[in-house]
């Protein structure tokens, strides 16, 4: 998918996202990514089995990628590559292709080549919150 209708139609029309490696620490760099996307609109989905059965901001955190009940437009990575071994196999075993939105930190060129070959639209090192507030105007946020 070409960059300006990911932009249009993803990051400024707020839609699905899977946060992979979202923790209930609240200092983390994801979780201000993700505080600010839900100012933003955009519906989260907490992706880490660790923290299953709690919550962060009010949403309950999903094992796997398969354990979302909604299907997600974009599945925001924020592990590091030496733990992403099992990312391609829980998204071949999707019935869609999301976005696979590589944050800063999570880059991973052979997986990511992997993805492409397969159909998958794959943004690499850049930050969703930064791509959002750069090109989609103003923030919801209030003064």
């Given at each position: 998918m070409?960059?300006?209708?990911?932009?249009?139609?993803?990051v400024?029309s707020?839609?699905?996202?899977?946060?992979?490696?979202?923790?209930v620490e609240?200092g983390?760099?994801?979780?201000?990514?993700?505080s600010?996307?839900?100012?933003?609109?955009?519906?989260?989905?907490?992706?880490?089995?660790?923290?299953?059965g709690?919550?962060?901001?009010?949403l309950?955190?999903?094992a796997?990628?398969?354990?979302?009940?909604d299907?997600?437009?974009?599945?925001?990575?924020?592990?590091?590559?030496?733990n992403?071994?099992?990312?391609?196999?829980?998204?071949?075993n999707?019935?869609?292709?999301?976005?696979?939105?590589?944050?800063?930190?999570?880059?991973?060129?052979?997986?990511?080549?992997?993805?492409?070959?397969?159909?998958?639209?794959?943004?690499?090192?850049?930050?969703?919150?930064a791509?959002?507030?750069?090109?989609c105007?103003?923030?919801?946020?209030?003064?």
């Amino acid at each position: 998918m070409e960059w300006e209708k990911i932009i249009q139609n993803y990051v400024c029309s707020p839609c699905r996202v899977g946060v992979l490696g979202a923790t209930v620490e609240t200092g983390r760099p994801v979780s201000g990514v993700m505080s600010y996307l839900m100012l933003q609109g955009f519906k989260l989905y907490p992706i880490n089995p660790k923290y299953v059965g709690l919550k962060i901001f009010g949403l309950d955190f999903y094992a796997t990628i398969r354990d979302v009940p909604d299907v997600l437009d974009i599945i925001s990575v924020f592990i590091s590559p030496q733990n992403q071994a099992f990312l391609l196999g829980d998204l071949e075993n999707l019935t869609y292709k999301p976005i696979v939105w590589m944050q800063p930190g999570a880059e991973n060129p052979e997986l990511e080549g992997r993805l492409k070959a397969l159909g998958y639209s794959v943004v690499s090192g850049q930050c969703l919150m930064a791509i959002h507030k750069l090109h989609c105007g103003k923030s919801r946020r209030r003064p």
